[in-house]
């Protein structure tokens, strides 16, 4: 099981930006391979999807945060990153990024704190 690191949460005042990262240390070719996922978690509510990059960069995101977030891969690095821009007091959580077959093991990162404050 592999745990990725996330990074890059933070206090933000509301309309602001942030850029988080992603790094999952499994081998580059599989990493390459695999869709990424970034998901949410807020108090007391159930973690959430919040955007996926497929191996072909095909891009899908929740429709709360479509036209503000932007989520990228870089397959030299093993990263995969999410812009926030214009970000509001509801995206407020402790993000993660995960693959689906480790999400599925139960094996995740410590995540990263987004804080937006009004």
């Known amino acids: 099981q592999v745990q990725p690191v996330e990074s890059g949460g933070g206090l933000v005042q509301a309309g602001g930006s942030l850029q988080l990262s992603c790094t999952v240390s499994t081998s580059r070719s599989f990493f390459a391979s695999s869709t990424l996922r970034w998901y949410r978690q807020a108090p007391g509510n159930q973690r959430e999807t919040v955007a996926a990059i497929s191996s072909g960069l095909t891009t899908t995101y929740t429709d709360s945060v479509k036209g503000r977030f932007t989520i990228s891969r870089d397959n030299t690095k093993n990263t995969v990153y999410l812009q926030m821009n214009s970000l509001k007091a509801e995206d407020a959580a402790v993000y993660y990024c995960?693959?689906?077959?480790?999400?599925?093991?139960?094996?995740w990162g410590q995540g990263t704190r987004v804080t937006v404050s009004s």
């Open positions: 995960n693959y689906a077959a480790n999400a599925a093991a139960g094996s």
